[in-house]
């Protein structure tokens, strides 16, 4: 496998996690789902989850198993934003590892390619993800409410190196709504 392949999420959704729909699962056949927590489904900076967040939560659950998986290793973070949103997890994962991965996977007991890694960042989320022949998802960073805006100079950097690399991160743009039925 190819850095360039490595690298390459199977969707760029081009907005948050919220916006990953149903119907967005179905079409790509996925029933599992490992979300990343810090800046995937809650700001780095902000321990508490958004009424929004927990809807698309409800939301999803209906159609797939979830699961946190976290290179953060903070048990009191990580297990308080799983435990409102009634979320198994495992954190410490060291992403581009795919050891606790496997684990996530091995317990939702569906296969590997029905599973998709969602998370905000090239080297560590989609990265691992496709290690594991995983369905990636990148998705946009979440906002702290109270900072509207935002630097990600990490992330702002793997776009970067990635297209350096030769990877065609817009060719994977997709843009669904919530009213998709394709």
Request: charged fraction near 25%; glycine fraction near 4%.
């Amino acid at each position: 496998m190819s850095k360039r392949t490595l690298l390459q999420p199977n969707l760029i959704l081009g907005k948050t996690v919220i916006h990953l729909s149903p119907e967005i699962l179905r079409r790509y056949e996925l029933r599992g789902l490992i979300l990343d927590v810090d800046d995937t489904i809650v700001s780095i900076r902000e321990q508490q989850v958004s009424p929004e967040l927990k809807e698309w939560v409800a939301e999803i659950r209906k159609v797939a198993s979830l699961w946190l998986v976290s290179n953060n290793l903070s048990h009191t973070r990580i297990g308080k934003i799983a435990q409102s949103l009634d979320l198994p997890y495992l954190l410490a994962a060291g992403k581009p590892s795919r050891r606790k991965l496997r684990e996530a996977i091995s317990a939702m007991n569906l296969p590997v390619e029905q599973v998709g890694m969602v998370g905000d960042r090239l080297f560590t989320d989609v990265l691992a993800g496709n290690r594991l022949g995983m369905f990636t998802v990148l998705v946009e960073p979440m906002v702290n409410s109270t900072n509207a805006v935002r630097s990600y100079p990490i992330r702002n950097f793997e776009v970067w190196l990635s297209q350096l690399l030769g990877v065609p991160l817009k060719t994977a743009q997709h843009n669904f709504t919530k009213h998709d039925k394709s």
